[in-house]
């Protein structure tokens, strides 16, 4: 690459890009090369170099950049965006594919000569790029057989299963993409498959879920041959079960667990690329599944014959490792998995005691499959009550003994419960629950079970006090630290449970997202501690209105959001009523006599009827919010989606006005007001749709931020003045939205109209200092428009202005910034 660097540096080429394509959307492309042949470092390349190389499939001449900005020792700045005054790119090809492209940037301008130079060059480098593409293969298969190497050394000195599949994992992603990796094992019965691993990006988990054969992991079983899923269309042509908070994969590679013709399971691994896999990977993860096979069978063997011989000495140890679990429900669940393997419980509980009175909760109840939600009970007449107030074990061998001890029913099944182990767990002396094994047949159990139950509950209540513990500093950290409610990040990820939960059952969800009412006005009546009082006593209605599975929680600010499981638009909109008529009796109390009403608007979406994927849901909802927050009511059925309350034609343009919503509140106000503001002013000015004229103007209103996704963040929440390196950055956005629109078909009028919304009328605005009537008309519209939704919308450095400030604002700069009849005709159409 240097030395044909050298050859085109003759001719005026200082720097020189060679990059490939790559499938990462966050990062389109790998540099091979790029030097500066005048700098001592070269800045990556802008980003509208960048889109103009990746759109160009014939080698080009990029139009100059005039003016250079020009440093303080009179030298031309390489630095403006990213490149010099002159450019020109050509893509890279070899056997016929497009492999990447080539940039070279200098002072001069180039000519036709100069791009054939280029052009050659490029047939050189792609020959490179495909050479050393072809050693990368060989490496990999060599890789391959040294894959299969460790896979056996592993073998012989791996005895645990979890481990086992771990170091799979590991070797496997030395040569193919095994981000998500799982292992399913048959069940004894032989009627589903259980999950024995499953790692994703990384992270492992290790609970047991069951998948029914009825899934394609049951179909590659089933067959006894591997399936290759190349894309989410292969999936979609399969049944599959979704694991809880695990990514949906692109593409997959599942292949049977054999021992001769005797399958045993599954191994999988999975990519959120598409066609990650192919034949040859099909091959390498069957060799390593023949191993695993006879992994699974040594290790089946050893510890049948393990727990035979030390059945005691495994429950202690097992009862030792819960020690270092956090999760509450996973300790319980842990304690339960390993009680229920060498006793018979098909009910069992652990209770705890309270702090406050002499109550016990049921923390984890399980009869058969069945997992009770937890719930409260009175001490008094009851086995568990005995064993914590005595701190000593009871053991019922009979219904008589039973009824002796307690009146109340055990269980919730058909058969009634014979017999009782309950031993206490204690902690420092003090006993702090209970935990039970309950059989529905007499002398189930003995003092040997005694024994063993109370040595797990010796261990267990170790782990249960550092559970608690953990459970409460985790609902601190989950919650906001005013109103105690779940906050956004922990609302977010119960809504994807939900979501999840939903999807795999065919079941409803609402949403409903929540705003009070002339808040701003509210605080500054009365003061920022009055706010904070009444977004406390909206948290209290919230509360009081909702059933125990709701999620209730503070979205942000004075917004909240309620995720309703199992509720249709009709539950949701009662939910709303309810909400409505509890804040109506309750006003806020501002000292002893003053009562200060409170409204809120709220609005709603529901799964599946009007979108399916959780931002689209709260971006529905807040659109629904929005509109009755302006005063009107839609006028849409609940399976009309949320970018229907817009005006124009937007379908084109789905992804840019869902990644605008979901980009901030202020971006997501700011799209609704502009589409709001063009359709009024469209219609006052008469803009006619034979000419497409309003149809453009709605859609370039509708999008004329699209380039500020690509602004940092920082910059634009920054709550003081911005400096005049981040607003030059800022300025790049009405550039950058005109390039990611350009190129689509038919959108060359709407590209132009964002790129010179910033222009003024007279000639000191950007990007290029248009004047007057060289500004396009449908710019100095969007010019008025723009300023107007951003005088009067809050913003982190300002408070909204009122209308009527706006307005004289806007007549103040008729003739400087803005168009003097486009102002005119927007005012008359506001007045209107």
């Not at 705003?515 to 920022?528: E, Q, T, V």
């Not at 400096?723 to 009028?749: F, N, P, Q």
Request: aromatic share 6%; hydrophobic share 40%; with cysteine.
């Amino acid at each position: 690459m240097g030395a044909l660097h050298d050859v085109l540096a003759e001719r005026g080429v200082r720097r020189l890009t060679v990059a490939t394509l790559a499938h990462d959307p966050a990062n389109p492309v790998r540099y091979h090369y790029h030097a500066d042949r005048g700098a001592s470092a070269a800045g990556l390349l802008d980003q509208s170099t960048l889109a103009a190389a990746l759109g160009a499939e014939q080698p080009r001449i990029l139009p100059a950049i005039n003016p250079v900005s020009v440093l303080p020792n009179g030298r031309e700045s390489d630095a403006t965006y990213g490149r010099l005054a002159h450019a020109m790119t050509c893509p890279i090809r070899a056997a016929g594919k497009q492999l990447g492209f080539c940039v070279a940037q200098g002072e001069k301008q180039f000519d036709d000569a100069d791009l054939a130079v280029l052009d050659l060059a490029s047939v050189f480098i792609g020959q490179q790029i495909e050479l050393e593409r072809e050693e990368l293969i060989g490496a990999a298969k060599s890789r391959a057989v040294e894959l299969l190497l460790h896979t056996a050394r592993a073998l012989s000195t791996e005895l645990d299963l979890d481990q086992l599949f771990a170091k799979f994992q590991q070797l496997v992603g030395r040569v193919m993409d095994a981000s998500i990796f799982f292992a399913a094992l048959l069940t004894p019965d032989g009627l589903g498959l259980e999950m024995q691993y499953l790692s994703e990006f990384g992270k492992g988990s290790f609970d047991k879920v069951i998948l029914p054969l009825s899934t394609v992991s049951g179909k590659v079983v089933a067959s006894g041959y591997p399936m290759i899923m190349r894309s989410t269309e292969d999936w979609d042509r399969v049944v599959t079960q979704t694991m809880p908070d695990t990514s949906e994969p692109t593409s997959g590679l599942i292949v049977p667990i054999k021992l001769g013709a005797h399958v045993l399971g599954v191994l999988s691994v999975q990519s959120t690329r598409p066609a990650a896999y192919g034949e040859d990977d099909c091959d390498l993860l069957v060799a390593i599944s023949e191993q695993a096979a006879l992994a699974v069978e040594n290790l089946r063997n050893l510890r049948a014959s393990t727990e035979r011989a030390a059945e005691l000495s495994l429950l202690v140890e097992v009862a030792n490792a819960v020690s270092s679990e956090l999760d509450l429900r996973r300790v319980f669940s842990k304690i339960h998995s390993q009680v229920r393997r060498v006793l018979d419980a098909p009910l069992f509980y652990v209770a705890l005691a309270s702090d406050e009175d002499d109550s016990v909760r049921l923390e984890y109840l399980v009869e058969g499959d069945r997992v009770f939600q937890a719930t409260s009970y009175a001490t008094g007449g009851t086995i568990v009550g005995l064993v914590i107030q005595s701190g000593q074990p009871v053991l019922v061998r009979n219904a008589e003994e039973r009824d002796r001890l307690t009146n109340q029913r055990i269980g919730s099944g058909p058969t009634t419960v014979q017999s009782v182990a309950a031993v206490p767990m204690h902690v420092a002396g003090r006993v702090i629950g209970a935990i039970s094994i309950q059989s529905y047949e007499p002398e189930a159990y003995n003092e040997r079970h005694m024994h063993l139950l109370t040595a797990i509950a010796e261990q267990s209540a170790v782990a249960v006090q550092n559970a608690k513990l953990y459970e409460q500093a985790r609902v601190l950290a989950d919650n906001d630290a005013l109103t105690g409610l779940p906050h956004h990040r922990t609302i977010q990820e119960r809504m994807s449970s939900e979501l999840k939960r939903a999807q795999r059952h065919n079941g409803k969800l609402a949403v409903c997202m929540i705003d009070i009412d002339s808040f701003k006005a509210f605080n500054d009546s009365y003061g920022h501690p009055a706010g904070d009082r009444a977004i406390k006593h909206v948290a209290r209605a919230l509360r009081q209105v909702s059933r125990e599975t709701d999620i209730v929680g503070r979205y942000g600010g004075d917004e909240f959001c309620a995720v309703l499981p199992d509720a249709d638009r009709k539950a949701a909109e009662r939910f709303a009523e309810r909400l409505s008529a509890e804040m109506g009796r309750r006003p806020v109390m501002l000292g002893a006599r003053q009562a200060v009403p409170l409204t809120l608007s709220i609005g709603i979406a529901v799964f599946p009827d009007d979108r399916q994927r959780k931002d689209e849901l709260i971006a529905a909802a807040d659109a629904e919010l929005y509109v009755k927050k302006r005063g009107d009511q839609p006028k849409l059925g609940p399976k009309q989606e949320s970018r229907q309350l817009l005006m124009g034609h937007l379908d084109p343009f789905a992804s840019f006005v869902s990644a605008l919503t979901n980009h901030s509140r202020f971006s997501r106000e700011h799209l609704y007001n502009m589409n709001a503001l063009a359709g009024v002013y469209a219609e006052f000015a008469s803009l006619g749709d034979a000419a497409g004229e309003r149809e453009t103007l709605l859609r370039a209103a509708t999008l004329v931020d699209i380039g500020m996704l690509a602004v940092p963040g920082g910059i634009l929440s920054k709550p003081g003045k911005l400096d005049h390196a981040e607003y030059d950055i800022v300025k790049t956005h009405a550039r950058l939205g005109y390039e990611m629109l350009r190129l689509m078909e038919g959108c060359e009028r709407m590209a132009d109209a964002i790129l010179h919304h910033h222009e003024r009328f007279d000639g000191s605005g950007y990007p290029d200092g248009l004047v007057g009537d060289q500004i396009p008309m449908l710019s100095r519209v969007l010019a008025v428009l723009d300023s107007y939704s951003a005088m009067t919308s809050d913003r982190p450095f300002r408070r909204a202005m009122s209308r009527d400030d706006a307005v004289k604002e806007l007549r103040a700069h008729r003739g400087s910034q803005f168009d003097p009849a486009v102002v005119e005709m927007f005012l008359k159409a506001l007045g209107a």
